[in-house]
């Protein structure tokens, strides 16, 4: 037995028990472990409370003593002694059992304890690039010793003299290196790719299982990234994932997501990204949209009063703020000798333009090695315009990229880091296509010419852009602790999904510069068809009006020859029509480009494919929607609408209707009848309406419905008043009506404030439904109605409602904007 583990149990049983069996064998023919004579079992084991739970389990034991036969004496003393000692050992034995069984649980709550107390991190840095993005982080990290414990693991290019040997960076950052793994296998062609990635996965595991950390950090989307995650993954070591969720081109898109689907959870830079990780199913609980934590270092960074040294140290004497390009291009892994190409061209329009340039030297991606021999081809790293580097530290480059004239080539930060000084980038071919952008940017993705990357420096050379936020606000850092602080490594790994849609970016290309993108709208109106030629400004290039014909052939022909007639004479306006935008009165599935049913302004206009005809004939997209709809989407991209999330259009016209944009999307409604705002019922026996209903709003406040009022006035010879006249054949219309009421007649003033109050409680109504911030009044009455409204939802509407602002439109043409906007909002979208 060991009882050195229990030295004072092991004594006391001893001194109190023994003596006590002896002096009482009889009482332990079934002797209970929880009773030796009087004393309570517990004294025994005061050493430890919880010592007490061994009376129920150990009473349910029972040690019988040996039936002897015969009656000698001696023989019954000694067995009886063999059994005390039996019983003894026996209890002694359990007692170990169960102190061993204490202290191993006392270790686990420990671990658990240390374990929420720190969290294990490893950070592995694989090039100059995303340790610019990891430092900050590590650096937070460091600082914060009672909540985690960091392990930094070094490989990839770090490790190569041709690319800087930049894990000096590192340790220059004093952070302690755990491991330096050299997992490059030379070549920089697609196969030696491949093997690094082999080779990274041969001796990770070593090091992870070393380190055995909660929580591995992995950046970006490298080939040396795709071997961390994989292996992490497959040794169930959570994986946090910066930047995952933006788009951009080559391999690096395929790669980046395939580390998304291995990750645990999420930090990523903008809305898009972080939309675009929700619509590639993962948890949006898991999901941290911090910005970029290069910008925490970047922004501080901005205003350094010795820039001009750093200028000159690797510019050369001689060169100014402004005054000279910064090149940094890369390898397109998945068209290398089209990316050779455009890095020759590249060369041939900087050695033109003679002007001041630092070129970086490629990264190690596969025809690395090709695009440097184009360099010392063209003498590069010895012509006078040219300063050839290999690396330059974060914060001296942050400060040569801030003060440059132009930055050109195709790295993803020319269009992210730029951005934040408004620095002027041209983005040369496919590799970072996608990526959200300021509009500092200049996409030349077909750079198939020298002349064209010629004009592109002419163009954006020597401008400033305003500053751009879009990948962060340098408080990503404190974000990520706290996300990583709330990570529970007590819960299960397995990940969630979910499927919700994701909206795409919108980007500037050279072709918007060398012509007008421009859209046809289309407005089916109940007595007029029109056609106009609409710019990316909302510019009405050209429009055309005819009468709209009364039946469906008629009508379908005459769209069809105005909207060529307006295609050819847009190629004389320098304009590019990008597609056909049509708005029509009535119900329309805009999914499939159908007229539902109309209104009874427009004949033979039911069950009507608008979209095949027109795109076939004409070779376009075509969009189509209710032109209550149109006009939401107008004040939208042109008017009032511009930049809020949630409002409502209110057509005020020959009928009502509008659109509401909610979480700035269109709704449509399942049957597409949202937004029918016309046919809201303000009262029980009103005026009957044209749908069949009465009451409703259309029938007090339109323009129909004051005509129908105005005549009525008419035929009791009470709608003129002096100042007032009409012409014998002259119809009564709705202006008659207004200019009466403006005249002083008190009758036709009346019928304009019951219009406008049936208006302004139908949208109290329509506040108290979708609760707006913004509500927009368009149409030829909406200026006499704006004041009523006001004044009616300042009274009627519920106080949280009250706050909505009521304006009236400022756009002239409303249902030809919104068409157009359809058109332009979906094909300038980043392909």
């Known amino acids: 037995m060991a009882l050195s583990r229990l030295p004072h149990l092991g004594q006391h049983i001893r001194a109190n028990i023994g003596p006590r069996c002896k002096k009482t064998p009889g009482q332990y023919r079934h002797p209970n472990l929880g009773q030796f004579g009087s004393r309570n079992w517990a004294s025994v084991a005061c050493a430890d409370s919880k010592v007490r739970d061994v009376k129920g389990t150990l009473s349910k034991r029972r040690l019988h003593r040996p039936v002897t036969s015969g009656t000698d004496p001696m023989c019954k003393e000694k067995t009886e002694e063999l059994y005390q000692q039996k019983c003894i050992f026996f209890h002694i034995h359990q007692l170990e059992l169960f102190y061993m ?360 050379f020597g401008k400033r852009y305003p500053c751009s936020k879009i990948y962060g606000d340098g408080n990503a850092v404190p974000g990520i602790l706290k996300f990583l602080k709330s990570i529970d490594l007590d819960e299960p790994m397995q990940k969630k999904f979910c499927f919700p849609p994701v909206k795409e970016c919108f980007s500037q290309d050279i072709d918007c510069i060398l012509e007008t993108q421009s859209a046809l709208a289309v407005d089916l109106g109940g007595t007029n068809l029109r056609v106009a030629i609409i710019s990316m400004k909302g510019k009405i290039v050209k429009k055309y009006s005819q009468s709209n014909p009364k039946t469906y052939e008629e009508r379908i022909d005459l769209i069809l020859k105005m909207c060529v007639e307006a295609a050819t004479e847009a190629v004389r306006f320098n304009c590019r029509i990008l597609g056909v935008g049509i708005s029509t009165g009535g119900r329309v599935n805009p999914h499939e480009g159908v007229v539902l049913h109309s209104t009874k302004l427009i004949q033979e206009w039911n069950s009507v494919d608008l979209r095949t005809p027109i795109s076939d004939a004409l070779h376009l997209p075509v969009w189509v929607d209710n032109d209550g709809n149109c006009a939401a989407l107008a004040e939208k991209k042109f008017g009032h609408g ?101 005249l002083g007649n008190s009758k036709a003033d009346n019928i304009l404030r019951t219009a406008g109050a049936a208006l302004a409680v139908g949208i109290v109504n329509i506040l108290h439904t979708v609760n707006p911030s913004l509500v927009i009044l368009s149409g030829v009455l909406a200026p006499h109605y704006e004041n009523i409204v006001k004044h009616v939802v300042s009274q009627r509407a519920l106080t949280s409602a009250q706050g909505a602002n009521v304006v009236t439109s400022e756009l002239e043409e409303p249902a030809l904007l919104g068409a157009a906007s359809m058109v332009l909002d979906y094909t300038t979208r980043r392909i």
């Open 642 to 742: 511009k930049g809020v999330e949630n409002f409502v259009t209110v057509i005020t016209g020959t009928g009502i209707g509008g659109g509401i944009i909610h979480h700035n999307e269109l709704i449509h409604g399942s049957t597409f009848c949202a937004a029918e705002l016309g046919h809201i019922m303000v009262s029980l026996d009103g005026p009957e309406c044209l749908c069949g209903s009465r009451g409703c709003i259309e029938a007090y406040a339109s323009e129909m419905a004051l005509q129908r009022e105005a005549k009525k006035l008419q035929d009791e010879d009470m709608l003129l008043v002096e100042g007032m006249s009409m012409k014998n054949e002259e119809p009564v219309s709705a202006v008659h009506l207004i200019q009466a009421a403006k």
């Open 101 to 460: 069984n204490i202290q191993k649980q006392k270790e686990v709550i420990m671990e658990k304890d240390y374990r929420k107390k720190k969290l294990r991190i490893c950070v592995a840095t694989c090039n100059r690039a995303d340790y610019s993005k990891l430092a900050p982080i590590m650096f937070g990290i460091k600082a914060d010793p009672k909540n985690f414990d960091l392990e930094v693991v070094v490989l990839g290019s770090h490790l190569i003299d041709d690319y800087g040997n930049t894990y000096r960076m590192v340790e220059q950052d004093n952070f302690d290196i755990h491991t330096k793994l050299h997992t490059i296998v030379r070549g920089e062609d697609e196969s030696a790719m491949v093997e690094s990635v082999g080779l990274a996965l041969i001796k990770l595991p070593d090091v992870l299982n070393q380190l055995r950390p909660d929580v591995m950090i992995v950046h970006g989307d490298r080939f040396d990234a795709l071997a961390l995650a994989t292996s992490a993954a497959l040794m169930n070591i959570r994986i946090l994932h910066v930047e995952g969720g933006e788009v951009s081109g080559t391999i690096d898109d395929s790669i980046r997501h395939a580390i998304t689907k291995l990750a645990h959870y999420h930090v990523c830079c903008t809305r898009s990204a972080e939309q675009h990780l929700i619509a590639m199913c993962e948890d949006n609980e898991r999901i941290l949209l911090a910005g970029c934590p290069s910008y925490d270092k970047l922004l501080s960074a901005m205003n350094r009063e010795d820039y001009m040294s750093i200028l000159k140290n690797w510019l050369g004497e001689g060169v100014n703020a402004g005054d000279y390009i910064v090149a940094l291009q890369h390898p397109v892994t998945t068209n290398i000798k089209h990316s050779i190409k455009m890095f020759e061209l590249t060369l041939d329009a900087l050695i033109s333009f003679n002007k001041k340039t630092l070129i970086l030297f490629p990264n190690i991606d596969a025809g690395s090695k090709e695009m440097v021999r184009v360099m010392r081809k063209k003498g590069i790293e010895h012509h006078p315009s040219f300063r050839a580097v290999k690396h330059v530290p974060f914060e001296q480059f942050v400060q040569i990229m801030a003060h440059a004239g132009c930055m050109i080539g195709n790295s993803s930060c020319g269009v992210r880091e730029a951005g934040a000084f408004g620095t002027p980038v041209i983005n040369l071919g496919t590799r970072q296509t996608g990526r959200e952008t300021g509009e500092n940017v200049l996409h030349v993705r077909d750079a198939d010419t020298q002349n064209k990357i010629f004009n592109a420096l002419e163009l954006q």
